[in-house]
């Protein structure tokens, strides 16, 4: 295992719903990741928390809403999502001092959207 | 705009042969090419990296070919085996920042 550990590993759920996915990294590491994963498409950085700071792609939906109450842990919140949101979201974490491109991905969590 | 592209989509290969995954790149700033390999169910792994300044880091079977000039860097997997089959990702990063990501390639090995 990497360390870095999702929550839930699937879910499904209605384009009413509210939903949250949680992370949560064991390596120490100070910086945190969300990352959308498509069939047939690159990896989409959605938000970054590096030493605190937010940095987000300006491209993500607002239906999407981070929050990173400490170092160790991230959320995802999901809210009135759409079909084409299916997909595959990935947690990651990597130490600032060693560089951002160094990073450790977590298993993912399957999202379903009906 | 697609700053790696990689190729092929998928790939099939036999026991014992050679798999080779191609990507190429559009900044020249770009500083840094890691490979990841993520299997089913699991989050991508780094795999193997490189730094410009060589044209080429072998770690056991895992060996990747970069061609500053052309602006490509490749993986190759010698010996391949059904344990190998996996999704591969190229990136690159400048400095210490975030990777771009290629768009991956499905690999299987049949025994």
């Known amino acids: 295992e990497t360390g870095v550990t999702q929550t839930p590993r699937h879910l499904v759920m209605g384009m009413t719903n509210k939903k949250s996915l949680k992370c949560e990294q064991h390596l120490g590491h100070n910086a945190m990741y969300w990352y959308k994963q498509s069939a047939k498409k690159p990896l989409e950085l959605m938000f970054v928390y590096s030493l605190e700071e937010r940095v987000e792609n300006n491209s993500v939906p607002s239906r999407f809403s981070p929050e990173c109450p400490n170092s160790s842990h991230l959320f995802l919140h999901l809210h009135t999502l759409q079909p084409e949101d299916s997909a595959l979201y990935l947690c990651a974490s990597s130490q600032e001092s060693r560089g951002l491109h160094e990073q450790y991905f977590g298993p993912g969590t399957r999202l379903t959207v009906t | 705009q697609q700053q790696v592209k990689q190729s092929p989509q998928s790939l099939i290969v036999q026991k014992g042969g050679i798999s080779i995954i191609n990507c190429a790149y559009e900044n020249t700033a770009f500083d840094y090419f890691p490979w990841y390999q993520q299997f089913p169910g699991k989050g991508p792994a780094l795999l193997i990296a490189i730094r410009p300044d060589v044209s080429e880091k072998k770690e056991g079977r895992f060996t990747i070919s970069f061609n500053k000039s052309a602006k490509q860097f490749s993986l190759h997997i010698m010996d391949s085996q059904p344990g190998d089959s996996a999704t591969y990702f190229c990136?690159?990063?400048?400095?210490?920042?975030?990777?771009?990501f290629g768009r991956g390639t499905s690999l299987i090995v049949h025994p």
């Open positions: 990136a690159a990063s400048l400095g210490s920042y975030i990777p771009t």
